[in-house]
């Protein structure tokens, strides 16, 4: 007895499955775009890999043995998963998968998403709109996330691209700053701070910066991201560390001012950045989004 050392060839296993499924070469040879002819040799060939029989001829046509019967179930089911996968494969390849903080989606990348589906039709954007840490986000099914370039505990094994540096001031509403009378940095500490995380750290860098004593830093109200704690300022619940490219709609509208305009520091952690799956970093679909992304931080 021979036994089968490898696999039957696809063609001749494609052949069968859809020969046996029409129950007979016509129909196959049509789904197929082959002849009547190419189908009876693959079969054929199929059966000599084997070692078995799995068609009956006869004059009305061909009829499955045993074994045939046995095999068709097996490579429908396996035609049928490979066909699933390659589709899915296919799709997922044209989708974009990124992650961006709340603040970050809300002020800057949602207003300006409509211009780069216009460019690029072909590609799915997916964006979700949620805090990350960004050490996981490529584990976690992402192509790119946004993130801060110095932040604590990055993964190592991501590419980096900066797109524009966070500067920061105080800012509060008009009416906030009269009531209160805020002249000097000292009079913060009569101020209500408000933060755009409950870490309550946005406030370290700059009071730091300008060696500003006697503000209690972690004092005041948190919020869950900066589009929401900006928003509070603007309805003058107190004052805001204000990102200036993040904020600058409502700086440059008046809804907030600076109260000490000279007073302009960097954060430590660095830039606003997206970081990328070093695997998909080059793939067209993250390229293609990397020069808009780049074209639309000089702007």
Known sequence: MRLMTKLPPLNALRAFEAAARHGGYIDAAEE????????SRHVKLLEDH????????HTRGVTLTEAGQRFLPVLTECFARIETEARRISRDAAELRIL?????????????????RARHPDIRL?????????????????????????????????????LFQTRLTPACAPSYLQRLGLK??????????????PRR????????????AGVDRSSG?????????????????????????????????????????????????GRVCVLG???????????????????????
């Open 32 to 39: 197929l775009h082959v002849t009547r002819g190419a189908i």
């Open 50 to 57: 084997l070692g078995v029989p799995l068609f009956r001829r």
């Open 100 to 116: 961006c903080p709340p603040a970050t989606s809300i002020r800057w990348l949602i207003p300006r998403l409509d211009r780069f």
């Open 126 to 162: 997916s964006l979700t709109t949620d805090f990350h840490d960004s050490a996981g986000f490529v584990g976690a099914g992402y192509d790119l996330a946004f993130s801060i370039e110095h932040w604590p505990n990055r993964a190592s094994d991501v590419e980096v691209l900066p």
């Open 184 to 197: 000097a940095p000292a009079d913060l500490a009569r101020a209500t701070l408000l933060h755009e995380t």
């Open 201 to 212: 750290m946005d406030w370290r860098d700059w009071l730091d910066s300008f060696d500003v």
């Open 221 to 269: 109200s948190d919020f869950p991201n900066l589009d929401i704690a900006t928003r509070a300022a603007v309805m003058g619940e107190g004052v805001v560390m204000a990102d200036m490219f993040l904020c600058r709609d409502e700086l440059a509208s008046g809804l907030l001012v600076m109260p000490f305009p000279e007073m302009i520091c960097e954060s430590h952690l």
């Open 277 to 299: 799956a070093r695997e998909r970093w080059d793939s067209p679909q993250v390229r293609a989004f990397r020069a808009w992304l780049e074209a639309e931080a000089a702007g």
